[in-house]
């Protein structure tokens, strides 16, 4: 089986807490004129109720005000996601134990920027990726895109079993919020959505490091009917603007439970015999439909909250956090079970069932 050998996340130098980040999105998103007003009042509870102390920035909170459109924006996230990037990749190598010449498959994955030549081209050469590496760059996964990266990787390395797989990812979601933009799924986002990078270390079963780190037993994916609107991007000429609707939680009540104990029953196990929960924290409400669904105890997504606590929602960053959490904190018994799972735009969901070996 796929084993993860490593998980390292890179955060931006720039770290507000939430109260100085809706005071200067406030201003920004609606203008001098509401930032104080009826407007402003909404922006302010939607924040204040998000569960997020502090988030990291791509850019001193002062410099957004002179980013005047998609152009401008999307610049800066290269020049940011470049370096966020090559700071995982080379901290997630070095707790592996190896190096960027012994990295087979490269994975990239990214909403909030466009490159072409993309993301992993672009690191090929800086963090000394070999000339024969094969580069997988994912876009338009977004919050799903760590879990299925994961999965993905491991459908890969079934067929190169000796093989390491570097998976990528980088969210800067402060560089797509929109100006005068006073609908509710940009005031939500606003006070969510943070910036981050994260790497993770993958190697097949016949690799000298299989067996470090909890294995990949088996993974799931589900598309759901009628839910393109649930979740994504409306792309124009003022660049990335949100789609978030408000039905994420009763999509969850509907039919990630049924997903979680499908996966599970096939290998005859149950809710209670998870040890480790690495959810996305997709937000209060996404969190505590989760626990309500599955009837977890209250420590079962402490990890969750904590990440969203610490640095918000960082899209497909978050889950690849929560899991660096989960394989620097204290290690769990062997033969440990783990649920490693997240949602996204489709509307969709990942799981990947993990195990630590005895």
């Not at 998609?70 to 090559?86: I, P, V």
């Not at 933009?181 to 986002?189: C, E, F, R, Y």
């Not at 990947?352 to 070996?357: F, N, S």
């Amino acid at each position: 089986m796929t084993s993860l050998v490593a998980a390292r996340t890179a955060l931006p130098d720039h770290r507000y807490p939430q109260q100085q980040v809706t005071e200067a999105f406030a201003e920004l998103v609606l203008g001098a004129g509401n930032a104080a007003t009826g407007p402003g009042a909404v922006l302010r509870r939607i924040h204040g109720n998000a569960g997020v102390g502090f988030r990291h920035l791509a850019l001193p909170i002062e410099d957004y005000p002179a980013l005047d459109g998609f152009t401008a924006a999307n610049a800066a996230w290269l020049t940011a996601a470049e370096e966020l990037a090559a700071r995982a990749v080379a901290d997630a190598l070095e707790q592996a134990g190896l190096t960027a010449a012994d990295v087979d498959l490269i994975l990239c994955t990214t909403v909030t920027g466009v490159a072409a030549p993309s993301l992993d081209a672009r690191l090929a050469g800086r963090i000394g990726l070999r000339p024969d590496v094969k580069r997988l760059p994912l876009f338009g996964l977004g919050c799903v895109a760590g879990a299925a990266g994961i999965a993905r990787i491991h459908d890969h390395l079934l067929g190169r079993p000796d093989g390491v797989a570097l998976l990528v990812a980088v969210e800067l979601c402060s560089l797509t919020v929109q100006r005068a933009d006073a609908s509710m799924a940009n005031l939500v986002a606003s006070g969510l959505f943070g910036d981050g990078a994260a790497a993770v270390v993958l190697v097949g079963t016949e690799h000298p490091l299989a067996g470090r780190g909890p294995t990949v037993e088996d993974t799931a994916s589900h598309l759901y009917p009628d839910s393109l609107r649930t979740m994504g991007w409306d792309v124009g000429g003022d660049g990335l603007k949100i789609v978030l609707g408000a039905d994420v939680a009763d999509l969850v009540r509907a039919y990630l439970g049924a997903d979680v104990r499908t996966l599970l029953d096939r290998h005859h196990l149950k809710v209670r015999d998870i040890g480790r929960w690495i959810s996305h924290p997709g937000g209060p409400k996404v969190i505590r439909a989760i626990e309500e669904e599955l009837d977890l105890p209250p420590e079962a997504l402490a990890p969750t909250w904590r990440s969203l606590a610490e640095v918000g929602n960082m899209s497909s960053v978050s889950v690849l956090h929560v899991l660096e959490g989960v394989l620097t904190g204290d290690p769990p018994d062997p033969g440990t079970t783990g649920l490693l799972m997240a949602m996204g735009p489709g509307f969709c969901s990942e799981l990947v069932l993990l195990r630590w070996l005895p």
